[in-house]
Every structure is written in C-alpha cells, then in structure tokens.
C-alpha cells in the first residue's frame, strides 16, 4: 500500500482521485494550496505526489527543487492542464515521474499509478539507487553527455516517447539502454522495423491473428504488441507506420487494448511505447502523411540525439571502441591506431553518423590485415577522397582570401588525393581529368593571385574557356 499526496486547487480532481486512490488500496490526502503542500511533504513521507501546476498561491513545478533535498522524495505526477502546454516540457526537464493531461480517463491515471508504485517499490528494494547501464554508449562531448542526463530521467517513467535524430545516431541503441534502466528491464524489449512492414501483413504481425483469419493463418500468432506485454514496444522508423494503420495504432496507445486479425475479443497489453525516427513528423502532419492525434500521443516525451560532425570529440572514443570490440569479435590481436587515421576520420562530415563511421573502421580492419597498425591509407579510398576533396572545397573556398601557392595544406591535400586515387584501382578517366582540371585552376590563381592576364597567359586558354571552367568548378579569380 502506498501513501499518496494530492495537491490540487480544484475539489472535483482531488475527490476523483482521492477515491481512484482509494480503491487501489493505498491512503490519499488532498491539499488545496502549495504552501501547506510544502508543509505536508516537510512532515511525512510519501510515495506519490499528484501535483496541479497552477495552484492559487504559486507554480506548482517550483515544488521540485526542494523535493530533491528529502530523504526520500516521493515519485511526482504532474497535472497538467490543455491551456498549459510547457507544462509538461518544464516538468519533464525537473525530472518529474510522468504527467497526466487533465481531463484523463480513470484507466490511464489508474496506469500511470499503478506504474509509479511499482517503481517505486522495485526502488526501495534497490536502496533508491538506479544504475545507469550505458556501456554500450561511448561518448564524453557535452552533447553526448546531456542525452545521457535526459536518458535517465526518461528510463524512470513509462510514458511514451520519441526519439528523433539523423540514420545512425543511435536511436536503437538508446532505446535499449532505456529499457534496460527502466523497471520494464526483466520483460521484453520487442522491436518492431515499421519500414518493413507490408500493408496486408501490419495487422497480423503488430496485433496476431486466430487460426483461419486469412489464407495461410495455419495456426494462431501471436502479435509483437502482446509480446511486448509488461516490456517496451520499440516502433522504429515510424515515419514509415501506413497512414491505414496508425489509426488502430492510436486506439491501442489511448486504451492499451487491441484485437488480434479474426478474433472477437479484445485483449491488453501494458508496454511502453518507445518510437524513433529520422523524419520531420511533424511536417509530414501538416501535409497530412502523418496522422497529428498520433503524433501528438507519440511524443509525450522527446529525447533528441546529436548528429556526429557536431561531436568530434568522441570519434576518437568511438574508433577505439570498434576496433577493440572487433578485434575480439575476429579473435585478431589489438590493433594499435596511428594519429593519422584518426585525423582523417576527424576531418569527414559522417553523414551516415556512426553507422558510417563503424562500417569505414570495419573496412580498414580488413585491408589492414596482420598489420600491427592501423593507418589511415587503411580507411577506404571512397573515404579519403571525400575528405581531399572536402578540404579542396573548403579550401578553395577561402582560398579567396588566404591560401598560397607554398601553404603546406594546400600540398598536403593534393598529395593525399593523389595518394587516394592511385592506392588502389585508378579512378576513371573523366573523374581524375575534373579533379586535376579543378587542382591546376587552383594553383594558377593562388601563384598569380588571381592576375587575369597572367593566367590566360600560362594556361593559354581564351578568356571564354576559362570562365566556363570557372563556372564549372564553382571558382572565381579574385585579386587578394
Ligand atoms: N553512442 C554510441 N556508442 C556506441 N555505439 C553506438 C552509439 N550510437 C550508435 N552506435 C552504433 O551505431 C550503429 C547505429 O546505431 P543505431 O542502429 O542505434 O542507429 P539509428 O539511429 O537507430 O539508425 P537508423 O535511423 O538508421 O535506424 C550501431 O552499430 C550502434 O551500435
């Protein structure tokens, strides 16, 4: 049984919900003001406090710093009104257990408490210490960092949430970690590929079918919303839920109740939804790709993960990781990594994030062999020459401005692309005569600093060539 703490302004909320409380068997008491709230919580101690955010003497949210300094703060559920909609954001950022949007149904606050309760019990048997089980999360960047605070907080509560982020971020692998730090951690962790999912299968596979359901229903299936019972339903790529089925879909996150293809009964499941995706849902719920009530449903909690290029810091982290972990994986001695291959991965942009990034280290461990070493000419060659020439571009761009014919970067580069190009198959014919058309208008500008006459003169182009060339390679000859 728990002790329960409600503190709301209004009689008709506080009368519900004292008598919800009730019947659950714990004890309630409702307070109608945040100061003689504060009092309460200073007096007893209790499990759960239900706390309006606008009370008549105050914010109810500035409750929570002093809630932190107890012995044994109780689990906070905020209530929070449709006219407040930072509420729920500001709650969510003090750390609160879970909010519940007033007017709620009876069963979605009874869930909600029944899920704080439970842990808050799993809690104490564990001395109030929640250990975070981020090994499988390498990165020291403060962004990095921040994700890990919020994956935290959000590992303590049970509402839904979404994790959004560029391909290979991680999205899956937080999700886990989630789960493994949630008190869902001993059920299942069911991961459901919504871009894989055809349109005449969705049904079966999310909800089950009976025997008979359909041609081919041999036997009865069940569905991985019931496999998620108790656990985590990991909708990836939601992005890619048919427009058909996220309507049912709806219906089973409002009620938790769900009916499997052909059957007539209904039957529940008590998962939390975790979803993910690399689109812009909420653009595509303005043009109408994506249902806005599910949206609105899916993001009750937000956790956004940074894309690599803007943490570099942790490439370092992340390439040690991987060789290590593969070196293992292949039973091959350590490998140790020279500063070159480092730099180089340091100097790429990693659109494809550490999925990219895992996949080139991958590479190079194979073409690197027995070596002891690990170098960068190990990196694939596609990789080294979309690094020279993003250098070139970047270089080119403010070779306006400062780069010379003697700066040791610009002959660094062109040595590396020339190093790229022949260290394995030759590139064609058309790419090596663009690339080295691009490098000789390069030099020429920067050795005559950008002296019109000069130029024509040496390369003995026509004026006309040689603006088209210009044009070509997005350059211009700019006197510095
Ligand atoms: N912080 C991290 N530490 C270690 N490995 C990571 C980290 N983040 C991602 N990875 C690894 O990167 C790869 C991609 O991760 P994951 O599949 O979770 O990305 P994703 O964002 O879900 O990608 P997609 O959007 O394409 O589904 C996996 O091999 C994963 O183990």
């Given at each position: 049984m728990g002790e329960i703490l409600i503190i709301d302004d209004d009689p008709e909320i506080c009368?519900?919900?004292?008598?919800?409380?009730?019947?659950?068997?714990?004890?309630?008491?409702?307070?109608?003001?945040?100061?003689?709230?504060?009092a309460a919580l200073e007096k007893h101690c209790f499990d759960i406090l239900f706390l309006d955010v606008r009370l008549p003497d105050g914010n109810g949210l500035d409750i929570l710093p002093q809630l932190t300094l107890l012995p044994k703060p109780p689990e906070v559920i905020i209530l929070t009104g449709k006219g407040d909609p930072d509420g729920a954001e500001l709650a969510i950022k003090g750390g609160v257990w879970d909010y519940i949007l007033k007017p709620s149904s009876v069963k979605e606050i009874t869930l909600t408490l029944n899920r704080a309760i439970r842990y808050r019990q799993?809690?104490?048997?564990?001395?109030?210490?929640v250990i975070l089980a981020t090994k499988t999360i390498i990165g020291e960047s403060s962004s990095i960092k921040a994700v890990k605070r919020q994956l935290l907080q959000v590992a303590k509560s049970s509402s839904n949430l979404l994790i959004?982020?560029?391909?290979?971020?991680?999205?899956?692998?937080?999700?886990?970690?989630?789960?493994?730090?949630?008190?869902?951690k001993d059920h299942p962790f069911v991961v459901v590929d919504c871009a894989s999912l055809t349109e005449s299968l969705v049904e079966s596979i999310l909800f089950g079918h009976r025997k008979g359901a359909f041609t081919g229903a041999h036997q009865h299936q069940q569905g991985l919303v019931k496999q998620a019972d108790g656990g985590t339903l990991f909708l990836d790529e939601i992005g890619e839920m048919p427009l058909s089925m996220q309507k049912s879909f709806l219906r089973v996150l409002q009620e938790r109740v769900f009916r499997a293809v052909g059957d007539s009964r209904e039957q529940t499941s008590d998962f939390r939804l975790i979803a993910a995706t690399n689109r812009d849902l909420d653009g595509m719920a303005r043009d109408g790709s994506f249902r806005n009530d599910l949206l609105y449903r899916i993001k009750t909690m937000q956790l956004n993960l940074p894309p690599l290029r803007i943490r570099t810091g942790d490439i370092r982290l992340l390439a040690d990781y991987r060789v290590e972990q593969l070196c293992k994986r292949y039973d091959m001695a350590p490998k140790e990594i020279n500063s070159d291959f480092f730099e180089l991965l340091e100097k790429y942009n990693w659109p494809g994030n550490i999925r990219e990034l895992f996949n080139n280290i991958e590479r190079a461990l194979v073409a690197a062999g027995v070596e002891k070493q690990l170098y960068a000419m190990h990196l694939p060659r596609t990789l080294r020459i979309a690094v020279a020439k993003q250098q070139i571009e970047q270089l080119s761009d403010q070779g306006r401005e400062i780069t010379t014919d003697n700066d040791p970067a610009v002959r660094n580069i062109r040595?590396?692309?020339?190093?790229?190009?022949?260290?394995?198959?030759?590139?064609?014919m058309k790419t090596f005569r663009d690339l080295t058309e691009r490098f000789y208008l390069i030099t020429l500008i920067e050795r005559y600093n950008g002296n019109l006459t000069e130029i024509l003169n040496t390369s003995g182009l026509s004026r006309s060539h040689l603006y088209s060339l210009l044009k070509k390679h997005q350059l211009t000859v700019a006197q510095q």
């Open positions: 009368e519900t919900l004292e008598s919800l409380v009730q019947r659950q068997g714990h004890s309630a008491l409702s307070i109608r003001s945040l100061t003689k709230g504060r799993e809690k104490q048997g564990n001395n109030g210490d959004t982020g560029e391909t290979g971020t991680g999205k899956e692998v937080f999700a886990r970690a989630i789960h493994d730090n949630s008190v869902r040595q590396q692309l020339f190093d790229a190009l022949f260290h394995q198959s030759p590139p064609s």
